[in-house]
């Protein structure tokens, strides 16, 4: 049985249970360990992680990263998980769950620069990355082993040992021979987890685990699916191609062959980014509309972060809401110029939000921008019906710079307090 201890990089025949070198229980073992090449890599908890690395006297603490009372949870660290904290949560909800958690305000421009020396590091693994977010990516390592003088594994387990070393935060690795099989076992052994999903054992494996554990199927589609009696994968073994298809459409077509281990997606590190877009379901639904406001200010900041940090704008703004009966209601407008900064983003978002008749209550709320453009054809001109557009963005521009100098806390602005 191949084994890595992925704590001195040690490879062994798999038959103890510590690293012979080094005697860390850390070992990864497998039988197809070192012909894997299909990798995803997800930071643990990566804004709490970032917030515990810069202030040590939050190590051992359980911190939130989100808004005020009247705001939302954006990540929480493991041991405020413990006590049933999860993203996208009312934090008056989380604080009920975890009275002593340290709540801490996001610091947009310290997960931009983490993400980016991350990413530095994978560089230097494969230029085949598909980054999905600021903390999780796809790798395809497929001949890498002649170059770096060791298979994905290794290179991988490397690159998390360095990640810990000289920046202080923690990944988790899933190994496996498709991006579908490899984002499961990413998500089996947190934090600081490595797990391998091999092609002999794909189908025994997939046939035990539920249907949520399927890249997309939420509680809507877990229960149209648990209605005809399918509630693990291997449930669906038992379907007809035909009549799955016919069913659910094209779901059903994808259920058919994710249920088999089957994905033929490559990784692609090229593909054009068509819109960026940020988007939370809530721990229960919701028509309070300033609620609703604390979430679109959240949301319209983390997407307008993602633009700039890719030097990228757009020129379409959208809302999306999905009722409580699962129905979705959209609405989007297209903008003067294109814009990558909060406010306007912001702005917009709540005129479409404020347009909606619909009275609610809600379980998912996102904002996006589309009709993608370079950023330096954004937010070049004045709003003769808002003069004090420019000193905003002006303002926004700066408040941007002074984080990046002194730390996101150095400036705050008063609605991130909801």
């Known amino acids: 049985m191949p084994a890595l201890c992925r704590d001195c990089l040690h490879r062994f025949d798999g038959g103890d249970r510590r690293c012979p070198a080094c005697r860390s229980p850390r070992v990864t073992a497998h039988p197809e360990l070192f012909a894997l090449s299909i990798a995803h890599m997800d930071c643990d908890a990566f804004f709490a992680s970032v917030e515990k690395r810069d202030d040590p006297s939050l190590r051992d603490v359980p911190v939130i990263v989100g808004g005020g009372k009247r705001g939302v949870v954006s990540t929480a660290c493991y041991l405020a998980r413990i006590k049933g904290v999860r993203s996208a949560m009312p934090m008056f909800e989380a604080l ?16 931009v620069e983490a993400s980016r020396a991350i990413r530095a590091m994978m560089e230097e693994l494969t230029p085949r990355i598909e980054p999905l977010s600021l903390d999780e990516a796809f790798l395809d390592l497929s001949g890498t082993e002649r170059l770096h003088g060791a298979p994905p594994a290794v290179l991988l387990a490397r690159l998390t040992r360095r990640m810990q070393t000289e920046l202080g935060l923690t990944g988790s690795i899933g190994l496996s021979h498709n991006k579908f099989l490899a984002k499961v076992a990413s998500d089996l052994d947190k934090p600081r987890g490595f797990s391998v999903i091999g092609r002999a054992e794909t189908q025994s494996f997939l046939a035990t685990q539920p249907v949520r554990l399927i890249w997309g199927i939420g509680p809507a589609g877990q229960d149209s699916l648990e209605r005809v009696g399918i509630r693990l994968i291997g449930d669906l073994l038992r379907w007809d191609r035909r009549d799955l298809h016919a069913r659910f459409g094209s779901m059903g077509e994808r259920l058919w062959h994710l249920s088999r281990g089957e994905d033929r997606r490559g990784v692609h590190a090229d593909r054009d980014l068509k819109s ?32 700039k940090a890719k030097d990228l704008a ?47 209550p809600f379980r998912l709320l996102g904002v996006g921008l589309s009709e993608i453009t370079d950023a330096r054809l954004a937010d070049r001109e004045g709003d003769l ?29 008063g609605r991130a307090l909801r």
């Open 96 to 111: 009920r769950l975890c009275p002593e958690a340290v709540v801490v305000k996001p610091r947009f421009s310290a997960y």
């Open 385 to 413: 019906l808002d003069p004090q557009a420019a000193r905003r963005a002006k303002a926004e521009r700066a408040a941007d710079a002074i984080r990046a100098r002194f730390g996101e806390g150095a400036i705050l602005k």
């Open 314 to 360: 757009g020129r379409v703004v959208t809302l999306k809401l999905k009722r409580a009966d699962h129905q979705l209601l959209t609405r989007r407008v297209s903008l003067r110029e294109p814009t990558q900064l909060a406010d306007p983003l912001y702005r917009t978002a709540r005129g479409l939000l404020d347009a909606v008749e619909e009275p609610g």
């Open 276 to 307: 960026i877009s940020n988007e939370t379901t809530f721990h229960e639904d919701t028509a309070d509309r300033d609620l609703l406001d604390g979430h679109v200010w959240r949301l319209s900041e983390k997407v307008a972060s993602r633009a």
